[in-house]
């Protein structure tokens, strides 16, 4: 199970900061990517990084200038830190589990915005 | 990176069969078989439905089946249900990256 938590309300210009806690199994074993997926108030899903559980990561081109998404396997949980926030990033974001390049387990999602 | 590209909106009886189309392009779709599909309801996280192309997840039904046929995957549901009515997402994997559909709302009249 995936469980995102952070704070509900960013002003616009700080950062962003999500932690994503799985339960159930180890953030560490097994050949999978983690990641965060964003969707908008009434809007579609947008992919926005992956990671594996070693560190290596991937990004969505046009946020990679203020994304940043980490794993601390020792309190089994990944993280997301989004800066320099506008309204634009207001959000549902959802933590996912990815196997065989599928979202096949995703939290509840955690829904922030950007207000002054 | 476009999104893929989904009808806005389709809708069917129940008991009847509809297709959502998914167009990607060479360099996503068309060059990979790891193309999946969600369903959300409303104020509900999505729910993996099909993986790459084909393949069911334990518990999915098997009135969902997925194809692909060059830049373009798309996704059955047969013996349309109402259970069905919900928001549907396809994605694909693209060198190191995803890419999400637009979306198709799908009502079951």
């Known amino acids: 199970q995936l469980q995102e938590s952070g704070p509900g309300l960013v002003k616009p210009s700080e950062t962003l900061s999500l932690t994503c806690t799985v339960s159930g199994g180890s953030i560490s074993s097994g050949n999978y990517f983690w990641g965060w997926i964003r969707q908008p108030p009434g809007k579609g899903l947008e992919w926005i990084g992956s990671l594996y559980y070693s560190g290596s990561s991937y990004y969505k081109p046009s946020l990679q200038s203020r994304l940043a998404i980490s794993v601390d396997t020792s309190k089994n949980h990944f993280s997301l830190k989004l800066t320099s926030v506008t309204a634009a990033d207001t959000a549902i974001y959802y933590c996912?589990?990815?196997?065989?390049?599928?979202?096949?387990?995703w939290g509840r999602g955690a829904l922030v915005t950007v207000s002054s | 990176q476009s999104a893929l590209a989904q009808p806005a909106s389709m809708s069917g009886s129940p008991g009847q069969s509809i297709t959502i189309s998914c167009t990607g392009t060479s360099s996503d779709v068309g060059s990979y078989t790891l193309v999946s599909w969600y369903q959300q309801h409303p104020g509900k996280a999505p729910k993996l439905m099909i993986s790459e192309v084909t393949k069911r997840p334990s518990g999915v039904s098997n009135r969902f089946s997925g194809s692909k046929a060059g830049n373009t995957a798309s996704l059955t549901i047969s013996g349309l249900q109402a259970e069905d009515e919900a928001d549907y997402y396809c994605?694909?994997?693209?060198?190191?990256?995803?890419?999400f559909g637009t979306g198709t709302k799908v009502t079951v009249l």
């Open positions: 996912v589990h990815t196997l065989a390049a599928a979202f096949d387990s």
């Open positions: 994605c694909s994997y693209a060198n190191r990256r995803w890419v």
